[in-house]
């Protein structure tokens, strides 16, 4: 019996498997048990219980457009009130509460033409709301879907990566999709280990065909095929997004000193006051504070406002386990 099976949380293997699946989440559970060294029966009862559970869900995130980072202001105790009003929007991919100001930050998508309309009538209706931010990224130097939080060694990692990384773009793919990719990524969005054979089904093709448009799809990026899970579960329990200001000519530097720590799940460059916001996990507050003091990137800054993410309600267009508890509370 594993330390998952009795409550106690993912223990070394299970944190490995769920590493494997945020490299690749339709990863069989043989490829995954050949890259990790391990019994393919083993690791199949282990990530089933571990998705089974809702401790990891994969998804395909489908790209809608270009993103926005959206900031909330909202008075005492309506917070997780409009973290959960901004998750519960279809092209939102995360929505956190903060320990503010801001109070509550989202990563929206934001279809082409629709940016007016998120900023002057979507985000002002969420309830409470005091003041609001909206600010478009431009490029990102890494998202969660990129993100290797360092459990696995680069053998491993290698074994299990089929695509090479994709353009550092801040926009969906050009290309339209027809009626036969729209189904695939539709059934992709609700479950992103849907087998070939229940896609083919789903989207009126063979199975072969169903294979190469899921490779093609997450090839162009226009479906990306995330692990969510909290970080914790991963032992990182501290997680804070930092929006940092620094010179126009150094946002490139910092941006990939940021992102060789493999603890950066998230690095953007943002429209506004400050040039980057980076989304950090660290197994403690002391760590957080070295990171934050003594990391070769703090040297290229000029400041940094830092707030720990409370409470998470949606990760990779994907509602967490706190978000689903609140609804079916009520």
Do not use: N
């Not at 917070?79 to 939102?92: S, V």
């Not at 849907?194 to 294979?211: F, I, K, P, Q, Y």
């Not at 060789?260 to 989304?279: K, N, T």
């Amino acid at each position: 019996m594993t330390a998952a099976d009795t409550g106690q949380g993912p223990d070394a293997l299970d944190r490995r498997i769920i590493a494997a699946l945020q490299i690749d989440g339709r990863a069989s559970w043989r490829r995954i048990a050949a890259a990790l060294g391990e019994p393919e029966r083993t690791v199949a009862r282990r990530g089933l219980h571990l998705l089974g559970s809702g401790q990891v869900t994969v998804t395909g995130l489908v790209a809608r457009g270009e993103t926005a980072i959206v900031r909330l202001g909202c008075p005492p105790g309506t917070a997780r009130d409009a973290a959960l009003a901004m998750a519960d929007r279809a092209g939102t991919v995360f929505s956190y509460v903060l320990s503010g100001p801001p109070d509550c930050v989202a990563e929206v998508q934001c279809p082409p033409g629709r940016l007016a309309a998120l900023m002057l009538d979507e985000a002002p209706a969420v309830p409470g709301l005091t003041a609001q931010h909206v600010s478009p990224v431009l490029r990102y130097f890494r998202t969660v879907h990129d993100w290797r939080p360092g459990i696995l060694d680069e053998a491993e990692a290698a074994a299990l990566s089929r695509f090479p990384a994709r353009p550092e773009q801040a926009s969906a793919p050009a290309e339209e999709l027809g009626p036969e990719e729209r189904r695939i990524v539709e059934a992709l969005a609700e479950d992103g280990r849907r087998t070939h054979e229940e896609l083919a089904a789903l989207a009126g093709v063979s199975e072969a065909t169903a294979r190469r448009r899921v490779e093609a799809l997450t090839r162009s990026g226009a479906v990306s095929i995330r692990a969510a899970v909290e970080p914790a579960l991963l032992g990182l329990p501290v997680e804070a997004l930092l929006w940092i200001r620094t010179r126009p000519d150094a946002v490139e530097a910092v941006g990939r000193l940021l992102t060789e720590s493999p603890l950066v799940r998230y690095a953007a460059v943002v429209m506004g006051e400050h040039q980057l916001l980076v989304d950090v996990t660290q197994p403690s507050m002391t760590a957080l504070h070295a990171f934050l003091t003594e990391g070769p990137w703090v040297r290229h800054v000029e400041a940094v406002s830092s707030h720990l993410v409370v409470a998470a309600l949606k990760r990779s267009a994907t509602p967490t386990p706190l978000m689903r508890s609140l609804r079916a509370a009520g």
